[in-house]
């Protein structure tokens, strides 16, 4: 196959869509002011030699550190030069495919203090923070305990004699773990520890500011072990410094718990916060951000720009008339894989901008005292940070495995996003107890609703809508629906399996199965998801308009009608198919629904290009030789293997020593003196 057929397979299906990648740009990436200054920010990026990725794949980890420092100084350089906007640093940062040191600064350490801080800590440390003159991180998981917070070992015990703190890590288990930056870069951090009164009363864990490291010399101050971890799996994070740390009868001031919810006294009195999980809300605010993160990660590696593209100019099997192979996606057996995970990505980067919106609501209404929405954003952001991070991985490798052996090359740029991503599933909570969370919170609801009756159907909150079914509220599929190319029909099924769920989760509290939490929280987060793709959907003629808004109506009933595919095990075990309430003969009574998804991935594979082009991705930020916009997959593939260091030299450097005398005494035992 002639090698420009890549390129002229790429024009054919960019030609063949018939969707504008630039209103998609603008839609996804929030307006007609956001999309060009990210365009913008990214042709600085690319153009600087310190951001340029050519040979990374050939850097050990100590170098990736190095080389993320680097980037940060630099991007600070930049902001100062270009008078970019503290929003358009923290898009930069984002950009730039690779965990730099600043990120746990700036998602947790920054909004933390700045949130939760008491006047006299912003007052002193608040400007520096904001200028990056101080370095932080968060230091909450610990050796021995990391999702369960309440469990943690570190203490800060008050002195009323000195008016200080004095934190200790009383056991190894007791270290702090996995914090990032904490291993060589930070200066300072908040850090999660138990509050014991001079009472001896321990009354949980609490947020404290700290000094790490000196800011003449860098070295850490007396009291204070650090470190970094090690390397991480499959070369993870590595220019991130994930640390550990423990503290020896470390004393700060009293001014230095973080008290704008809850304080000591100088006597040592404990002044109680109003809402008892209000010291989470960081660990909120990130696990916020990482659905519109897990969104564009999908985006990148999976629906969008690297496992479609490639696909595309992919030939292999079946020959055609024209005597090509056929392409790669073209195959059922490969667009049902990519096309549902290009939906996930749209809808996720929405959902994660309308979280966004939420979280800034609540946290504007925790700042006078009101914490009205303090319970329902906990659930919300437990549900979607397990539903997003576990979609997100399994996309990945989705991604990487449709891709066949080339795949598996880090020129394909997957696996390098898989391995930074993989974390997602267990850190800010790991997933399986989150879940934990989400049917807690749906329990209660239920409770309140139906058993107890303190509660109505008009004070259900978004993320317990899914009950209103209980109450008949909700018309019945046939009278309601079109059949699966009504929406309606699959949020209606969602929120049905969600109460059902529920509903028998109460129903055998005192012995659950072992899989229960997290079926039920899945099938709660799914009918969440559900009417928010509702509400997107018939917000879509606002907001993009035109031929594009019919083209994403597909791609959102795509993932309407795959949430429903993968929930089938409850909704058939509950009998809330319709075909199961009409069907005489033993049959498929979910082949409609399979049927539909097919015909609906048919339907957009001529729009699947021009769907990855609207997020926006340019070549320099995939570092894909696979998912090049032009399609020339091959030549770059080649091109770059022609770097690797082992190519240097026809003879590699362990011949003599290694290779030479296997060889020989090989030749030696067969009985040859040579060959």
């Known amino acids: 196959m002639a090698s420009n057929q890549n390129v002229a397979d790429m024009n054919q299906a960019r030609a063949r869509s018939s969707t504008d990648p630039e209103k998609l740009q603008v839609f996804l990436w929030g307006g007609d002011r956001e999309w060009p200054r990210k365009r ?45 906007t503290s929003d358009e640093v923290n898009l930069a940062v984002k950009l730039i495919d690779e965990p730099l040191p600043i990120v746990l600064h700036n998602a947790a350490f920054e909004p933390v203090v700045s949130s939760q801080g008491s006047p006299e800590i912003k007052k002193q440390f608040g400007e520096l923070i904001a200028q990056r003159g101080i370095i932080g991180c968060y230091l909450q998981t610990e050796l021995g ?23 200790h890590s009383p056991t190894v288990t007791s270290s702090k773990w996995w914090v990032g930056a904490l291993g060589k ?6 850090v999660q520890a138990r509050l014991i009164l001079p009472s001896g009363k321990d009354v949980g864990p609490h947020l404290f500011f700290v000094q790490l490291r000196s800011l003449e010399d860098h070295r850490t101050l007396p009291g204070i072990t650090v470190g970094d971890i090690g390397p991480k799996a499959m070369a993870g994070y590595a220019g991130i410094d994930n640390g550990y740390a423990r503290f020896d009868h470390v004393r700060i001031p009293r001014e230095y718990m973080l008290s704008a919810f809850a304080s000591v006294t100088p006597d040592g009195q404990y002044v ?48 055609g008339p024209n005597g090509l192979e056929q392409q790669v996606i073209t195959y059922p057996s490969v667009y049902i894989r990519l096309l549902p995970a290009l939906a996930r990505a749209y809808v996720f980067i929405l959902l994660g901008r309308n979280l966004g919106k939420a979280f800034s609501d609540m946290s504007s209404r925790l700042a006078t005292g009101d914490t009205s929405l303090l319970a329902e954003m906990h659930a919300t952001t437990s549900g979607l940070k397990s539903l997003v991070s576990t979609a997100a991985i399994e996309d990945l490798e989705t ?40 049917v807690r919170a749906a329990l209660k609801a239920y409770d309140a609703l139906v058993v107890r009756k303190t509660r109505s159907i008009s004070g259900l909150t978004p993320s317990t809508a899914y009950l209103r079914s209980l109450a008949e509220v909700t018309p019945s599929l046939s009278a309601a629906s079109r059949g699966w190319t009504d929406p309606h029909t699959a949020i209606v099924l969602l929120e049905r399996r969600a109460a059902a769920m529920v509903q028998d989760r109460a129903k055998h509290a005192s012995e659950p199965d072992a899989s229960s939490d997290h079926r039920v929280a899945r099938a709660v987060t799914d009918a969440f998801v559900g009417a928010q793709v509702g509400e997107i959907n018939r917000d879509l003629e606002r907001s993009v308009g035109g031929h594009e808004a019919s083209v994403l109506k597909n791609v959102y009933l795509l993932y309407l009608l795959t949430s429903v595919e993968r929930g089938l095990v409850d909704i058939v075990s509950f009998n809330l198919l319709p075909e199961q309430a009409t069907s005489e003969v033993r049959s498929d009574p979910a082949r409609s629904l399979r049927m539909a998804i097919k015909n609906l991935c048919e339907e957009l594979l001529p729009e699947a290009i021009g769907l990855t082009d609207g997020f926006g991705f340019n ?44 060889l020989v005494r090989g030749q030696r035992l067969a009985g040859r003196s040579k060959l």
């Not at 740029?413 to 267990?426: E, K, S, W």
């Open 272 to 319: 109680q916060p109003p809402h008892a999980k209000l010291s989470y809300a960081g660990m909120m605010y990130i696990r916020s951000t990482m659905v519109i993160s897990g969104g564009w990660t999908i985006a990148k590696g999976e629906g969008a720009t690297i496992a479609i593209r490639y696909a595309t100019v992919r030939r292999q099997g079946n020959k």
């Open 145 to 167: 305990h990391g999702t369960n917070v309440a469990a943690l070992e570190t203490t800060a015990t008050y002195i009323p004699e000195t008016r200080e703190f004095e934190l």
């Open 40 to 84: 913008s920010i990214v042709s600085i990026l690319s153009g600087d030699t310190v951001f340029d990725k050519a040979r990374r794949s050939f850097l050990t980890r100590t170098q990736m550190y190095q080389r993320a420092l680097a980037m940060t100084k630099r991007l600070f350089e930049l902001k100062d030069q270009h008078d970019w």
């Open 399 to 438: 991604a990487r495995r449709s891709m066949g052996g080339h795949g598996f090359s880090d020129f394909a740029g997957v696996g390098r996003i898989y391995a930074d991503y993989l974390p997602g599933a267990t850190f800010e909570g790991d997933n399986f107890v989150l879940d934990q969370q989400v």
């Open 185 to 190: 870069t930070a200066t300072h951090g908040v």
């Open 619 to 662: 070549d320099w930020e995939l570092d894909s030789a696979l998912g090049r916009y032009d399609g020339n997959a091959y030549e770059e593939l080649w091109k770059r293997t022609q770097m690797e260091p082992l190519n240097r030299t026809e003879v590699p450097d362990g011949y003599e020593e290694y290779i030479k005398p296997l």
